[in-house]
């Protein structure tokens, strides 16, 4: 009596107790030395398949004893382990009757190969010449003619079969449960999109932000805003410049760090390059004096960074490109012409012809000293 036909919930796992058959019975009923067996309820994990010699309960090994034909490529690479239909005993070391239990991979894959087995053993145990060089008086040139064959004289058609099996197994059982599964499993996950009323209220919410929302958000709360004032461009030598961060939505006592990101100046060019501001009331000062390195120098450019953690953490701000105002000498028939055109008269420079000056790119005369 035939085993009752039992239908199995798919499990790409391999290990559910619900898909694993025990201790399975299979005569071969073959007397060639290659015979074919398939478990009854489909394809089958290969690495907890375990079988045995039931004559004499003998554990049977892999590649010594059997191996497995017929992998079943989709749902292999699906979960990523070997799944087979068939399993070839050799019958010189194995008797005819063996016992093996199996995890079946079950859903729309479970399907009987019982006739793929005949197709099989027919194919790997025919002994008969086949080679072409072996066919004797062989004309150079055939006609093509109208010529018959008897389906009983055909083999090698494992391949064939097994293709045409998945294409009825297709229209039997149909993907759409397959399919449907994975639309309700997104569907169950799916978060809903947050809106304007979300955002406006401020309270959490476990949704979706589109980019549309999430600058609607940036625009209305102005999160982590930083402004520097003054926003001078204009810095001249040696002279102390005080700057005021402005901020919005961080907790007083929070410390940040201001650094010089250098363009064409360099650290010499800065009595001090680094320092810690901390928060107070979203506002916070600190000091920069930029330095004469020598006594003519180009205009030179930088820009303030204001960093978290330490002064190499994230940068979270950067300013304006300020420019530090070069130097560079003048005499004192230029000095006279430079008050002429200020129209600023200075008493208490001498103006002897000998005299140098140094005075800023500015040309600004209150910025005149005498060339020491």
């Known amino acids: 009596m035939p085993p009752p036909l039992i239908r199995y919930q798919i499990d ?68 990523g382990k070997e799944i087979y239909k068939l399993v070839i005993v050799d019958t010189s070391v194995v008797s005819s009757e063996v016992r093996y239990t199996y995890q079946v991979l079950g859903g729309y894959y479970q399907y009987n190969a019982e006739a793929i087995i005949n ?74 999109p947050v809106t304007q009323n979300d955002i406006d209220v401020g309270l959490p ?17 102005n999160y982590n805003s930083m402004t520097l004032s003054p926003s001078k461009t204009f810095l001249s030598p040696n002279v102390q410049q005080t700057y005021t961060l402005n901020t919005t939505n961080i907790d007083d006592g929070t410390s940040l760090y201001w650094t010089i990101e250098n363009i064409t100046t360099s650290d010499n060019d800065f009595s001090q390059i680094n320092g810690i501001i901390y928060v107070y009331d979203n506002k916070c000062t600190f000091t920069l004096v930029p330095q004469v390195t020598s006594i003519t120098e180009n205009n030179e450019s930088f820009r303030i960074q204001i960093r978290r953690n330490s002064v190499s953490g994230p940068i979270i701000f950067t300013s304006n490109v300020m420019t530090i105002l070069g130097t560079y000498i003048i005499s ?18 001498p103006l002897a012809p000998e005299i140098f000056y140094l005075i800023h790119e500015s040309k600004d005369p209150t910025e005149l000293r005498l060339l020491e």
């Not at 006279?336 to 208490?348: G, L, P």
């Open 332 to 349: 004192t028939d230029d000095m006279i012409q430079c008050f002429i055109d200020k129209s600023v008269y200075v008493t208490d420079l």
């Open 205 to 221: 919410v476990n949704k979706v932000i589109t980019l549309e929302m999430l600058l609607y958000a940036l625009k209305k709360f």
């Open 119 to 192: 197709m099989y053993e027919t194919f790997v145990n025919d002994n008969r010449p086949v080679d072409w060089v072996n066919v004797l008086n062989k004309p150079l040139y055939f006609n093509p003619t109208l010529h018959n064959h008897y389906i009983s004289e055909i083999y090698g058609f494992e391949r064939l079969m097994s293709a045409i099996e998945g294409i009825r197994n297709a229209i039997v059982l149909s993907d759409v449960p397959a399919f449907q599964e994975v639309i309700d499993y997104v569907n169950r996950r799916a978060l809903p």
């Open 12 to 79: 790409y796992t391999g290990i559910s107790i619900n898909n694993k058959i025990v201790d399975e019975v299979k005569t071969l009923l073959s007397d060639k030395r290659y015979r074919a067996a398939v478990p009854t309820y489909g394809p089958f994990f290969a690495e907890s398949f375990v079988i045995y010699d039931n004559s004499d309960n003998r554990l049977l090994v892999r590649g010594v004893d059997y191996n497995f034909a017929e992998l079943l490529q989709e749902a292999s690479i699906k979960t």
